[in-house]
């Protein structure tokens, strides 16, 4: 099936960065197939099929009907087809060859002449560097002037790169409730730090004069960490497009990185949704906590979970807003239901329809995740994961981590309005909950 797609413009500026390794990694005819399992068995297969083929999974079917998105080597190719049509699984091509729309984007780099961003709008509006992000982050501290901002690391990541926070707030003369965001803890999904980057901009600097951004700002302080795994991100950017994970080294093993959105100190378990190899872009680590992305984030939450009511970590790809629990497929949080209601105020707020639930029945069982622990752990009662479009829809062509830059602008509208709600909403719940031990947060 002949897909029209559209080729990713960068605006990232320079080529190197501290701990960027430059060996390049090439995907010449890899393809990517869009898969639908209509029966169990064809689920099974797929399962199967997973131990017996390399593959680079990009999304897992949960349920029947759900569709499993996969990039296949060239030299598997045959092989995969073959599976599944004796499986009589349907299937379609997405992309013929990813090589393609990678060399377009070399070729954008070397025909690109290096510039300043015009604008701190213009940061909005383009996929980043890491130095970029920086830059865009002491522009916002310069340039805002009835908002506070200070920017603060909170580690350093395996590599050695700040593990940057942002905090967003107004002075006030009672402690105020907080809301921490995250983005890009998987290193590809480059939509997600751009949403973070879209959601300090409108606080900071509010400037649309939204009335709902002055109101937020007056009932929370905000921490927002657009890159969690800046060096995996970094990689992902100038040496392999597809990289997931972190960039830390493995003792006895030649491959590195670990995900660290399954190494978080709480029910770790790398057999449910993780691995335990290495090799594997769902490794787990040798051990809950064992890189500094998870361990000083998880320290943070620790600290700071008396004052944040609100937990939100961004990913892509599907329109999904999930809560805990994530660590079992049988496991649901005894507040399922506040859960569920405050998800479904922000999904109604949002143009384009996400999909709520606990993540482990509507995505997927992964333990050792970040929502998991935030909530389970620091205390965070009210914690999600944003799945960021493009949707995760059988009939929908495209490219599941690849997203046009010209789409960033729609989507950090239509998601913004999501976070608003979800924010002003958890503002009632919180005081019709309020109790004397609660008088730190003042309405």
């Known amino acids: 099936m002949e897909v029209v797609f559209w080729l990713l413009v960068f605006s990232v500026v320079g080529w190197c960065a501290s701990g960027t390794e430059q060996n390049t990694a090439y995907y010449n005819g890899y393809r990517v197939f869009r898969l639908i399992p209509s029966t169990l068995q064809h ?20 349920n029947l009907g759900d569709n499993y998105d996969v990039m296949v080597k060239p030299e598997d190719h045959s092989k995969f087809v073959e599976r599944l049509t004796n499986h009589n699984i349907e299937f379609q091509v997405l992309l013929d060859d990813v090589e393609k729309i990678l060399n377009d984007e070399r070729r954008h780099f070397r025909r690109r002449k290096k510039r300043a961003l015009s604008s701190i709008s213009a940061y909005t509006t383009n996929f980043l560097n890491v130095q970029e992000i920086e830059e865009f982050l002491l522009k916002v501290k310069e340039t805002s002037r009835d908002v506070n901002v200070t920017i603060s690391s909170i580690g350093q990541s395996s590599l050695g790169q700040n593990l940057t926070v942002a905090k967003i707030y107004k002075a006030s ?11 890009g803890i998987h290193a590809r999904e480059w939509i997600a730090p751009a949403m973070a980057i879209n959601f300090i901009y409108q606080l900071a600097l509010n400037p649309n004069r939204d009335r709902q951004v002055s109101r937020l700002l007056n009932k929370y302080d905000w921490y927002i960490m657009p890159v969690a795994n800046p ?26 990185g670990t ?3 399954r190494n978080f100190n709480y029910r770790w378990n790398p057999d449910v949704g993780g691995s335990r190899n290495p090799g594997e872009d769902t490794y787990a680590g040798s051990a809950p906590f064992s890189i500094p992305e998870s361990r000083d984030l998880g320290r943070f939450l620790m600290e700071h979970g008396s004052q944040i009511k609100l937990y939100l970590t961004l990913h892509s790809y599907g329109q999904y807003l999930l809560y805990p629990w994530g660590y079992g497929p049988h496991e649901f949080a005894s507040d399922q239901n506040d859960l569920e209601r405050l998800a479904r105020v922000a999904d109604r707020a949002m143009p384009e329809t996400y999909r709520t639930g606990t993540s482990s029945v509507v995505l997927y069982p992964a333990a050792g995740g970040s929502d998991d622990f935030a909530k389970g752990v620091a205390g965070i009662k009210y914690s999600y994961t944003m799945e960021l479009p493009p949707p995760d829809t059988a009939d929908n062509n495209t490219y599941g981590f690849i997203v046009n830059p010209r ?16 924010a002003l909403e958890l ?17």
């Open 43 to 62: 689920i099974k297969a797929l399962k199967d099929l997973e131990n017996d083929i390399t593959l680079d999974v990009w999304r897992h079917p949960h």
């Open 173 to 183: 003369s009672h402690r105020k409730p907080a809301i921490f965001i995250d983005a």
């Open 231 to 256: 060096d995996g991100y970094q990689f992902s950017i100038y040496s392999d497009r597809m990289w997931r994970k972190t960039r830390n080294d493995n003792p006895g093993s030649v491959y590195k």
């Open 259 to 261: 995900d660290a959105n």
């Open 407 to 422: 789409d960033i602008p729609t989507i950090a509208r239509d998601t913004w309005q999501g976070v608003k709600a979800l």
């Open 427 to 443: 503002h009632r719940t919180l005081r019709a909950n309020r109790t004397s031990h609660d008088d730190d947060y003042a309405a």
